[in-house]
């Protein structure tokens, strides 16, 4: 018997409903990936006891020795994968990687200028109801009449507005940022030019997305997503950024760092660092080029006119089905999707027009062209005839069939 069922029967039968889902459905949440047993297994270690305020070498608390280890191998290894002067391993999440970066720049009051959420960008980057729409006077930018970041408007709102911190970097957007054309218009306005690359940290890592750390003063991330590692976040920075952002976190933001996670992200590092981790970031961006061209030509509609990373928006208008009822037959159907909205999209944000796909998770698994072509050919098979109960039989049985012919953990 497993530790967990012996103690808690009720938390371990979820885990293990958790676990049979996670091999049974074909996972095409952008957002979400399969950590490796050696990125699981660090969190659950009796790393998790250590209080460690403070940094390697500079502790507020005693018998830390072996944690600094950990967490100076983690510095050392993003420092490595991204090409970064400095970094902060202990941001808990992406959302607090975020507000300790506006932390160590910014004062309440003062202006950003992000993308907007409805049309790509992260709810961190000024939307009202989140402490970054509250605390600050946001401007917003997004999308030209190609549905492709519209850089000029953003200059102009940049020139007008005289932003403190100009934020790239989104949660729904397709296509590779410019960010060296950010940087200079952050340079000329005198902004601090923050990138959250949460989404693309995995294809930057292999070398499949533009690196932004050349042209950022500072940059953050999560860690669960394309980059594979455990759910945490972490900041890079210019050196000369490095004390104000270190101060940001702790004691800024945050109390004791979780130092099982940050032995997580060392080893997720470490994985990343290997010549895999360059195919797997090819692999990601093949499958995603395979899923837009077949839904494509299935009839649905890709917003931005492909995709140039891992994630790509489908505008479900063609078919007559909203995101909310997409998102709902498709994982009767054993695919895991979320609705989104789509650029200027006529439904409420609960119901939305579209739907967003991502392939970090089906590659991890195993999927190359082949399966990623198959997989897409189902979704458009159920959203052509959602109602029909066999319809979707089939689909769960072909589900079914790719899912065993590739195993995520087994057992
Ligand atoms: N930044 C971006 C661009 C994201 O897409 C996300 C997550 O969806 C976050 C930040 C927040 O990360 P977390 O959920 O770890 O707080």
């Given at each position: 018997?497993?530790?967990?069922?012996?103690?808690?029967?009720?938390?371990?039968?979820?885990?293990?409903?958790?676990?049979?889902?996670?091999?049974?459905?074909?996972?095409?949440?952008?957002?979400?990936?399969?950590?490796?047993?050696?990125?699981?297994?660090a969190a659950g270690t009796q790393l998790t006891n250590k209080y460690a305020e403070g940094y390697p070498g500079r502790r507020y608390y005693g018998g830390c020795e072996h944690v600094d280890v950990v967490e100076q191998l983690a510095i050392d290894r993003v420092k490595?994968?991204?090409?970064?002067e400095a970094a902060n391993v202990q941001p808990h999440c992406?959302a607090s990687a975020n507000i300790a970066a506006f932390m160590a720049f910014?004062?309440?009051?003062?202006?950003?200028?992000?993308?907007?959420?409805?049309?790509?960008?992260?709810?961190?980057?000024?939307?009202?109801?989140?402490?970054?729409?509250?605390?600050?006077?946001?401007?917003?930018?997004?999308?030209?009449?190609?549905?492709?970041?519209?850089?000029?408007?953003?200059?102009?709102?940049?020139?007008?507005?005289?932003?403190?911190?100009?934020?790239?970097?989104?949660?729904?957007?397709?296509?590779?940022?410019?960010?060296?054309?950010?940087?200079?218009?952050?340079?000329?306005?005198?902004?601090?030019?923050?990138?959250?690359?949460?989404?693309?940290?995995?294809?930057?890592?292999?070398?499949?997305?533009?690196?932004?750390?050349?042209?950022?003063?500072v940059?953050t991330?999560?860690t669960?997503?394309?980059?594979?590692?455990p759910r945490s976040g972490f900041i890079l920075m210019?050196a000369e950024h490095e004390k104000a952002i270190n101060s940001a976190v702790f004691p800024g933001l945050q109390g004791g760092p979780l130092m099982h996670i940050i032995a997580a992200k060392a080893?997720?590092f470490?994985?990343?660092?290997?010549?895999?981790?360059?195919?797997?970031?090819?692999?990601?961006?093949?499958?995603?080029?395979?899923?837009?061209?077949?839904?494509?030509?299935?009839?649905?509609?890709?917003?931005?006119?492909?995709?140039?990373?891992?994630?790509?928006?489908?505008?479900?208008?063609?078919?007559?089905?909203?995101?909310?009822?997409?998102?709902?037959?498709?994982?009767?159907?054993?695919?895991?999707?979320?609705?989104?909205?789509?650029?200027?999209?006529?439904?409420?944000?609960?119901?939305?027009?579209?739907?967003?796909?991502?392939?970090?998770?089906?590659?991890?698994?195993?999927?190359?062209?082949?399966?990623?072509?198959?997989?897409?050919?189902?979704?458009?098979?159920?959203?052509?005839?959602?109602?029909?109960?066999?319809?979707?039989?089939?689909?769960?049985?072909?589900?079914?069939?790719?899912?065993?012919?590739?195993?995520?953990?087994?057992?």
């Amino acid at each position: 018997t497993h530790t967990i069922a012996a103690t808690d029967a009720d938390v371990w039968a979820a885990i293990q409903a958790e676990h049979q889902r996670q091999e049974d459905h074909i996972e095409l949440i952008a957002s979400e990936n399969y950590a490796s047993p050696a990125v699981l297994a660090a969190a659950g270690t009796q790393l998790t006891n250590k209080y460690a305020e403070g940094y390697p070498g500079r502790r507020y608390y005693g018998g830390c020795e072996h944690v600094d280890v950990v967490e100076q191998l983690a510095i050392d290894r993003v420092k490595q994968l991204f090409g970064t002067e400095a970094a902060n391993v202990q941001p808990h999440c992406g959302a607090s990687a975020n507000i300790a970066a506006f932390m160590a720049f910014l004062k309440p009051g003062d202006t950003i200028m992000g993308m907007s959420l409805a049309e790509g960008g992260h709810l961190t980057h000024g939307m009202p109801l989140n402490m970054s729409g509250k605390w600050f006077n946001v401007v917003s930018y997004g999308l030209n009449e190609k549905e492709a970041i519209d850089y000029e408007a953003m200059e102009r709102k940049a020139h007008e507005h005289k932003p403190k911190l100009i934020i790239a970097g989104a949660s729904a957007y397709s296509l590779a940022i410019d960010f060296e054309r950010f940087a200079k218009v952050a340079k000329a306005v005198g902004a601090i030019f923050m990138v959250d690359m949460a989404h693309y940290a995995g294809l930057i890592a292999g070398g499949e997305y533009p690196n932004p750390v050349p042209h950022a003063d500072v940059v953050t991330s999560t860690t669960h997503k394309s980059l594979r590692g455990p759910r945490s976040g972490f900041i890079l920075m210019k050196a000369e950024h490095e004390k104000a952002i270190n101060s940001a976190v702790f004691p800024g933001l945050q109390g004791g760092p979780l130092m099982h996670i940050i032995a997580a992200k060392a080893i997720a590092f470490k994985e990343a660092l290997q010549p895999e981790f360059k195919q797997y970031a090819q692999q990601v961006k093949k499958n995603a080029q395979v899923v837009a061209q077949t839904l494509t030509e299935r009839g649905l509609r890709i917003v931005s006119g492909g995709t140039e990373s891992h994630v790509m928006l489908v505008d479900l208008r063609p078919k007559g089905i909203t995101g909310k009822d997409a998102e709902a037959v498709l994982g009767s159907a054993h695919m895991t999707i979320n609705k989104n909205a789509i650029p200027n999209d006529p439904e409420k944000p609960m119901v939305t027009s579209g739907v967003r796909v991502g392939t970090p998770a089906m590659t991890t698994r195993g999927f190359k062209e082949e399966e990623a072509r198959a997989t897409a050919q189902l979704v458009a098979d159920v959203l052509d005839n959602p109602r029909d109960e066999a319809n979707l039989a089939a689909v769960r049985a072909k589900v079914a069939e790719l899912t065993q012919r590739f195993p995520v953990y087994g057992g």
